[in-house]
């Protein structure tokens, strides 16, 4: 047996408890981690609510978490390029909220020696949401790119993969998190009403392509408005609201860009040009108050569970 976080209902945070799951064992292709540090990431709380049950439907009892860093402990009878032993990160098959987790063995990549578990734990999705949106919106050098919701777990790497590729960006945050952003190289927005006119204050040449990561039907038509279009704008925050303002949403459903991801984040990690924001750890049994956290929506940077 191993111990994990589990749901057996729907609901708030309080719906999580520690429980003992069966040890998983790894199958064809997989391979099982001792996990160091899970990701929280807003899907895990959505899931959770029940709100996500029509496009990721799950079984009870539901360990949450989609990404991990760990030692791989157990490797499945055909794996041949994962050793027990190696130290790696990414997405995970089982909840993540546990000692233990089964993951594919191409699913996981090697754990950059400069990071720690937390942030090793927080790259994978951050990453390749980001990838995954930036490359739809087909960006070239010298472009404006609006973020919105810049200071978050993907929003400060999204800034810094946009800065990287020679974008200059604006990022939405509330007053507090500007200077940070600016230590990020964009130029901080406070969102809200009356966000045009403020953007196009720091941006008089217009912006030419816009990032969602806060779900707010205004942002998407304040988005539009300020791209002369729905075409360069994309949301990963919310399907129902990117339908009914026309624009496109990415999600998990959608080519995995893992890959070409952390191979840019690793290029821009070796440069200095990519830090990893980890806005709290909690030990895994706190995994509820991790989840409230991440719910308040106001994280600079990813929540993480320690195990
Ligand atoms: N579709 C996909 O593939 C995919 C993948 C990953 C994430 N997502 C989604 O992307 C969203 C962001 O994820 P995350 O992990 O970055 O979340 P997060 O870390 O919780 O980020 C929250 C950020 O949102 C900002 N914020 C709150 N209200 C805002 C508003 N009205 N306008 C602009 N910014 C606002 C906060 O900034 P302040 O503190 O400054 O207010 C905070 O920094 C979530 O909805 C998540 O589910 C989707």
């Known amino acids: 047996m191993t111990k994990a976080i589990a ?4 609901g708030s945070a309080d719906v999580l408890h520690a429980t003992d799951i069966e040890l998983p064992e790894p199958g064809p292709g997989q391979v099982r981690l ?10 895990d709380s959505k899931i959770r609510s029940g709100a996500m049950q029509e496009v990721f439907p799950v079984t009870f009892p539901y360990v949450p978490g989609v990404e991990a860093a760990g030692v791989i402990e157990a490797v499945g009878p055909d794996v ?3 050793a027990v032993g190696t130290e790696v990160f990414g ?20 754990k950059p020696a400069g990071l720690d578990w937390a942030e090793a734990a927080s790259l994978l999705v951050a990453a390749e949401t980001t990838y995954r949106a930036l490359e739809r919106l087909d960006l070239h050098p010298g ?4 973020i919105h919701g810049a200071a978050g777990g993907v929003g400060s790497v999204a800034v810094q993969f946009a800065v990287g590729r020679g974008l200059k960006v604006i990022g939405t945050a509330s007053e507090a998190n500007h200077a940070r952003l600016r230590s990020l190289g964009a130029v901080p927005v406070v969102y809200g009403d009356g966000l045009v006119a403020r953007v196009r204050e720091v941006a ?7 990032f969602d990561l806060a779900g707010r039907p205004q942002a998407l038509a304040d988005s539009v408005e300020l791209t002369g279009g729905t ?20 999600g998990g459903g959608d080519a995995d860009r893992s890959r070409p991801a952390v ?23 706190q995994a509820a108050d991790a989840q409230r956290e991440s719910e308040a929506g106001h994280a600079t940077g990813k929540i993480v569970l320690t195990v």
């Open 7 to 10: 749901l057996t209902e729907f």
């Open 34 to 43: 001792a996990v160091r540090a899970a990701g929280v990431n807003p899907i």
């Open 80 to 82: 041949t390029h994962l």
């Open 91 to 110: 997405r995970v098959a089982t909840g993540a909220y546990a000692e233990q987790a089964l993951a594919s063995a191409d699913a996981l990549l090697p």
């Open 143 to 146: 472009e404006t790119l609006l």
């Open 204 to 210: 008089p040449d217009g912006v030419d392509a816009a």
């Open 231 to 250: 075409a360069r704008v994309i949301t990963v925050a919310n399907a129902a609201t990117a339908k009914e303002s026309g624009v496109a949403f990415t």
């Open 263 to 285: 191979a840019e984040a690793l290029e821009l990690l070796a440069t200095g040009k990519l830090r990893l924001a980890v806005h709290r750890t909690y030990p895994l049994a």
